[in-house]
């Protein structure tokens, strides 16, 4: 088959997404690639596919934390080749907490051993781009997480390399945040359209704490669950970013530039 | 791989969706999948792939008309046919206009050429099945969607058949209607995210036509992007059915039906 539709060089990559991690992540991710895209026909929008295997992956915080020794990264390197072999040239993965080394460097290996041409847009990596270029001279970025993402220092050792302070809530606001994402009986992966009002409570009630009493500069949704609930841009007027909307662009970016909105682009 | 998080028997059938025409409409059937699936865990989640490929894929209703002469069949049965190599064992397509003989039959060919095991599922006979479970005593079926749609009379000849009245509007709405498709301008194609008020006005007014004008018993979605504008499921007290709702559930039924909620699943 042939791209005949793209009238521009080169032509745009194949953008692969790693679904399933979780489902809703990665529906949210595809919702956020087309927003940002600049088409007024089918046919200006990138090609795309995504791949939800959620039972297929083992589950990444218990991996993390020791409590499973099954690595959820063989599987994902599974499903990232499998992409790749399709046709992908640039491949994302809606899920900060698989992006922790143990995980993502096992994935990466199989998806490298494919010998395929093809690029790996890191969530993390896009965030702190972002972060920099929103905080050009260092600010206090507040980080909501899973508490595996933010045990393992993903955000915060990327975040401090550049310059940049993170701060985390303590110890029982972050469990709670945690359970505003995965408590089987409110959490988002198990209510996510429409989202309990409980899970967003929760997290709301977080954001605020981070404003009020760590004054932070800004607030990073450092966890794809948490945009599905928490949608606004800003709060107690205070920028929110979220990373999924970070890794869409970035993924855009490196598909095909010029089809990339600009900020002004969306708000209009 | 092997799916070792499903302890039921038999497997899921992994479902492929045809994305792409238009990408939003694919974005939605996920939606709709993930939110008919009985699920409190991401492994809960069926086995899924999107490929939204809408540079590849000409111009529908163009073809239909007789304006061009590249039937889209032959890009569509690739993409079902790559689907099926990487798994899918049930196949849908969210795009009414593309399920007229004259694509579709091209588009299955090139499927069942590649002799593996998998199920096409029909959003017609989907939305059809639907109709007669709603109306088992016959009733007027007030149908919007594309031109071409309507001109091939893809859902009157089957509504029909199965003892049902199709209704539909007068030439000038049926081009307004699809103007709120279509329009680079102003329709759900171009301005999915937020739909723009005028198309939602055209496509809510030719609504509330086929209600107080024609008397219909229901109204019938038969365009994929007529729902990302009109998510209600009554107006003027008339029920509202949404073609892309109904292959969420057909497809998910013929992937793992013990996974389907009922309708009392969503309402809670």
Not at 76 to 96: D, E
Not at 225 to 253: F, G, H, K, W, Y
Request: aromatic share 6%; hydrophobic share 40%; with cysteine.
């Amino acid at each position: 088959m042939i791209q005949r539709f793209f009238d521009h060089n080169p032509e745009p990559r194949t953008i692969g997404i790693v679904g399933g991690l979780g489902p809703y992540a990665g529906y949210d991710l595809v919702r956020k690639i087309f927003r940002w895209t600049k088409a007024s026909v089918d046919q200006d929008h990138l090609p795309l596919m995504l791949h939800s295997f959620p039972g297929w992956i083992p589950v990444r915080p218990e991996f993390l934390l020791g409590q499973t020794q099954e690595n959820p990264g063989e599987d994902i390197g599974g499903i990232m080749a499998q992409l790749a072999q399709n046709g992908a040239g640039v491949i994302g993965m809606p899920c900060n907490t698989a992006h922790s080394p143990r995980i993502l460097d096992t994935a990466l290996e199989r998806l490298y051993a494919t010998g395929l041409d093809v690029q790996f847009v890191s969530i993390i990596e896009s965030a702190v781009k972002h972060m920099c270029a929103l905080c050009p001279n260092g600010g206090r970025i507040g980080l909501m997480g899973t508490v595996a993402t933010l045990q393992t220092r993903l955000y915060q050792d990327a975040l401090e390399k550049a310059g940049l302070e993170p701060v985390v809530l303590g110890d029982e606001e972050c469990a709670l945040v945690q359970r505003a994402i995965s408590d089987p009986s409110f959490g988002v992966k198990a209510f996510s359209d429409p989202v309990s009002p409980k899970a967003r409570q929760i997290l709301l009630d977080a954001a605020r704490r981070l404003v009020e009493e760590k004054h932070v500069s800004v607030i990073l949704l450092g966890c794809t669950e948490i945009p599905v609930a928490v949608t606004e841009d800003r709060l107690l007027d205070t920028p929110v970013v979220d990373a999924t909307s970070v890794l869409a662009q970035e993924l855009i970016r490196a598909s095909c530039p010029e089809r990339l909105k600009t900020p002004s682009d969306i708000q209009g």
